[in-house]
């Protein structure tokens, strides 16, 4: 009878949860009416959760009315709200209050992405205003200009000398940034067209672990995201040394009402850089964006945005001109170097909330890009009469698209999140050519004169299997490439096809140790593709060569303001390529491996002051060359990366960041060595009502510096015979700048 009695009131109690435990849905905004993404809904009193996806949409299981939910987000007042039974007959609108970042708000296991949050807090505490600094957000991720901001810059990154963009993908608002089959080098990836005040959001990966990133994403992938709206019209002037002038714009043309925001912004930089011959440097950057959501809070954004940029340069320098004192560390050999480069962009987004439980995430993208390089970096090896100064140049068209699903289910009792995606990048590219030429004027020999196409289609699925603490997440993705070439150098029409398909598994762990303690487990298999040109003239061999990769990592909050992250990883390569772009061929280097240690570290002392720094350990070796000659030329051993960031201090902000390389092999036999160095720059504003008065120093300590440097062979005019050793571009000198912005 007692049995019978205890399951009455069992089943009793079950047909009441049934009967008042509902879903609620609900929007999270800030005080501007725009949604917030990644924000953390708890129910306090049924343990269940939910993010807010990018519309700011949640979705929470298990509520009943009078359950009290706290809704919270890194940067907003923490909010509590009991529910009500009207909260349940339609969408429950929330609003959260900005407040300065605090670390020891953050929470590891209600945060989404805790990588993104960390990137966003850095972001947050250290605005950028340049296209270098952008990059230099992603931990461990050291950047070189060849050009002063002509060229893309050279990256480097676990180990790798990524040269333009070999190793890693480069995305902005999932529109691609590398280059496929470029003029001056595979994977060539020119960030300049982004206006720095734009980014809103810096995502990024190291290794080749995410199904959503394919080609060149074996050493990490980064993705910009730009914003949505702006919060005020801003006015801004900056002044330096160098002739160095720049200006920028950023306009609202609307009001953020009715759930429509638009805004342009246009800059302007021009400079003769630290060079003995002025450069000439400058850049028009225009950029436009329009975001519209419907009344069910699916959104579309057309982005478009247009730049145009012109310099000349120095090129890299021989070390035995400035020993000697023929030449000082900002001369040249021969200063006719230089180039123009422009690209327009068209990005059409759609987001849609397919259902309560599944979301579609789509984008359409053209770019229109034009580049022409000059560069000399032999002097008089090859032609000692002209000179070997090369010219590059190509006319292209990028278009694609990408989609992706995302669906919430229950496998049994265990949540599984499963996202499927579909994209498409086609390449036309017209007359892309490398030439023998003199005074950027005379075209003395065509070397490479042809037209490519290069497709690329891929679909990619992952799940996540929440288990509580532990997550597991495997995923698979499918690569189709078509390369086709037609050489306008021999006589008759012969295009040259090949055709690749490689698939790609992965397999993540993630383990909630403790409230402030995440451990991760990462593995996965990656490819970089080769130039188009070289795959046809090889008849398919080493197109896309693999890539095999583990990390084993863990984020800890030791302390309230205190958090470390820290990862030990290991990288396999079938086949390192060495691009030289200058001569048109692709050098196969042979299997190489590396393994190293990535530790980053924040630290909040109090409201105003914050404290960063990254730093890399790398061992990084061919795997086919005997020991002593088996290094990886210009692969950095050892990086640091960091600084002291102060804001809102009576209405001064600021800070000194300071970089560090350690030298690092020229060559493969360690003969030739890459000097390091240690850069120190800082900057001081001052607000007072609507203007902020500026003053940032680069190089503080007027350090001397190579920025880029290379083991070369050259002969310079007056030598018999060609030397071997380090070419380099100088680094910035001390060089200072002052700012004023007015707010509106």
């Not at 075209?443 to 004169?449: A, G, H, K, S, V």
């Not at 150098?489 to 698939?503: C, D, G, R, V």
């Not at 190579?706 to 083991?711: H, I, R, S, V």
């Amino acid at each position: 009878m007692k049995t019978d009695r205890l399951l009455y009131l069992m089943l009793f109690i079950f047909t009441v949860n049934a009967m008042y435990s509902q879903q609620i849905k609900g929007v999270v905004v800030n005080s501007y009416k725009q949604p917030l993404e990644g924000a953390y809904v708890y129910n306090l009193n049924s343990k269940s959760h939910a993010h807010t996806a990018e519309s700011g949409v949640f979705n929470l299981e298990n509520t009943r009315v009078n359950d009290t939910l706290k809704i919270g987000l890194l940067g907003f007042k923490t909010k509590k709200i009991v529910v009500t039974d009207s909260n349940f007959k339609g969408t429950l609108d929330i609003v959260l209050e900005e407040k300065s970042f605090q670390l020891d708000e953050l929470i590891l296991t209600e945060t989404l992405n805790t990588v993104s949050t960390i990137s966003r807090m850095d972001l947050n505490t250290t605005p950028v205003n340049s296209s270098q600094e952008i990059l230099r957000k992603v931990p461990g991720l050291i950047i070189g200009q060849h050009a002063g901001g002509g060229k893309a810059e050279q990256l480097f990154l676990r180990g790798f000398d990524i040269d333009h963009g070999t190793d890693v993908s480069l995305n902005v608002d999932g529109m691609p940034v590398n280059m496929v089959s470029h003029a001056h080098g595979q994977g060539y990836s020119d960030l300049h067209f982004v206006i720095p005040e734009t980014v809103n959001k810096i995502d990024f990966g190291k290794g080749a672990y995410y199904a959503h990133r394919g080609d060149f994403a074996t050493a990490g992938y980064v993705d910009f995201s730009t914003k949505d709206y702006l919060k005020h019209n801003l006015v801004s002037v900056s002044a330096g040394q160098f002739n160095s002038v720049r200006t920028l714009g950023m306009f609202n043309l609307l009001d953020n009402s009715n759930n429509q925001n638009a805004y342009i912004t246009t800059e302007y930089i021009a400079t003769d850089g630290p060079f003995d011959s002025p450069q000439n440097f400058n850049r028009l950057n225009l950029f436009g964006k329009y975001v519209a959501y419907t009344p069910n809070n699916d959104k579309i954004a057309l982005t478009v945005s247009h730049f145009t940029s012109r310099w000349d340069a120095s090129g890299q320098i021989p070390q035995r001109e400035v020993d000697n004192g023929n030449i000082s560390r900002f001369g040249a050999i021969d200063d006719t170097e230089g180039g123009n480069t422009q690209r327009t962009n068209i990005n059409v987004a759609f987001n849609k909330h397919v259902s309560d439980k599944s979301s579609l995430k789509t984008n359409a993208f053209y770019s229109h890009y034009g580049f022409e390089l000059y560069s000399n970096f032999t002097f008089f090896l090859e032609d000692p009469i002209n000179g070997d100064q090369i010219k590059q140049q190509e006319d292209r068209q990028i278009l694609g698209f990408n989609t992706a699903i995302t669906n919430e289910m229950y496998l049994g009792n265990t949540p599984v999140k499963t996202t499927s995606g579909l994209s498409l990048r086609h390449d036309i590219v017209n007359d892309i050519e490398l030439s023998h030429t003199l005074n950027r004027k005379t075209t003395l020999e065509q070397i490479q004169l042809g037209d490519l196409n290069q497709t690329n289609i891929s679909a990619f699925t992952q799940a996540e299997f929440d288990f509580g603490k532990l997550k597991i997440a495997p995923a698979l993705r499918l690569d189709y490439f078509k390369f086709l070439y037609n050489d306008q150098l021999i006589p008759n029409y012969s295009p040259q096809a090949e055709t690749k398909t490689i698939m790609s598994p992965k397999l993540n762990f993630y383990y909630d140790a403790a409230k402030h303690w995440q451990l991760y487990l990462k593995s996965g298999l990656g490819f970089h593709s080769n130039d188009t040109r070289v795959i046809v003239s090889q008849q398919g061999k080493d197109v896309l060569p693999r890539s095999y990769g583990l990390d084993l990592g863990n984020v800890w909050k030791p302390s309230p303001k205190l958090i470390v992250n820290s990862a030990l990883w290991y990288m396999f390569l079938e086949q390192e390529f060495v691009y030289v772009g200058d001569a048109g061929i692709v050098e196969p280097s042979g299997k190489t491996e590396r393994y190293g240690l990535d530790l980053g570290l924040r630290y909040q002392f109090n409201d105003w002051l914050y404290f960063d720094s990254d730093a890399t350990l790398t061992h990084a070796r061919s795997t086919e060359d005997p020991e002593g000659q088996n290094y990886i030329p210009l692969a950095p051993d050892f990086t640091l990366a960091g600084g002291l960031s102060v804001s809102n201090l009576d209405g001064f902000s600021g800070g000194i960041r300071y970089r560090y390389v350690d030298d690092r092999p020229a060559n493969e036999d360690n003969s030739i060595v890459a000097q390091g160095y240690f850069v120190t720059d800082c900057n001081v504003n001052y607000t007072f009502k609507n203007i902020t008065l500026g003053l940032t120093v680069e190089n503080l300590f007027d350090t001397d510096w190579n920025e880029t440097q290379f083991a070369t062979e050259s002969r310079l005019r007056n030598e018999t015979q060609s030397v071997e050793e380090i070419h380099f571009t100088p680094g910035t000198p001390f060089f200072m700048k002052a700012s004023i912005s007015y707010t509106f």
